[in-house]
């Protein structure tokens, strides 16, 4: 998946783990940098409603079950279905994924700012083919189980299961260009970002 590139905007993918905090950068980058934000859990939401494509192929696939009595899908039901079998977990990425990253590409290739945003979990493959940049937010996983559960009220044995279901640190890093520290203040991280923003202008755009 590529686009074409423009030499007045960059297109930066956010992405770390459940619990990382990528919201309060995301807000950060929206505030002070004027940035447009794109959250593929939204956009997957989206195309779940009922009559969209996302809930149309996880119906054929898993069956009408999976919608309650008011016709929207049993969130609770399908997150437990993803986080308790990789197989599953598989199936339904396969269904949603690509169906979120074409309608990703669309908007990317339409932003008007000079920042765009898009905060993910999981990038597509090859992410420096689509992205000029990756950032990766690392934080300690005691720090993201706090905040999970106190934030979200979900278990220990919850968080752990669904910190399971995604990519190691080694993955993230591995196509990072640039990590957050996110262990420490807001300020601490409105430095690292800014100091990111002024290097990749000096330097010259892939």
């Known amino acids: 998946m590529t686009r074409s590139r423009r030499d007045d905007n960059r297109l930066i993918a956010l992405t770390g783990g459940v619990g990382s905090g990528k919201s ?6 929206r505030q002070e940098y004027g940035a447009e934000v794109i959250q593929t859990d ?26 309650g009595d008011d016709g929207y899908l049993k969130r609770d ?20 994924h690509p169906l979120v990253w074409e309608r ?49 009220g979900y278990s220990e044995e919850r968080c752990l299961r669904m910190m399971e279901g995604q990519a190691s640190e ?14 420490g203040s807001m300020e601490d991280v409105r430095r690292q970002v800014e100091a990111i923003i002024k290097m990749d202008k000096e330097e010259p755009r892939r």
């Open 42 to 67: 939204l956009v997957a939401r989206e195309l779940e409603e009922p009559g969209q494509q996302g809930y149309l192929a996880l119906t054929q696939a898993f069956g009408r079950e999976l919608a």
């Open 104 to 152: 990703v590409k669309k908007w990317s290739e339409e932003f008007s700012s000079s920042i765009m945003v898009v905060e993910s979990a999981v990038l597509p493959e090859n992410p420096g083919d689509f992205f000029d940049e990756v950032w990766y937010v690392y934080t300690l996983r005691e720090k993201r189980i706090r905040r999970l559960t106190e934030s979200r």
């Open 77 to 96: 039901a399908l997150a437990a279905m993803i986080f308790g079998d990789e197989e599953v977990r598989r199936r339904v990425n396969g269904l949603i």
């Open 170 to 183: 080694e993955e993230f890093r591995k196509s990072a260009s640039h990590v957050i520290d996110n262990n």
């Open 24 to 29: 309060r950068i995301l807000e950060l980058l």
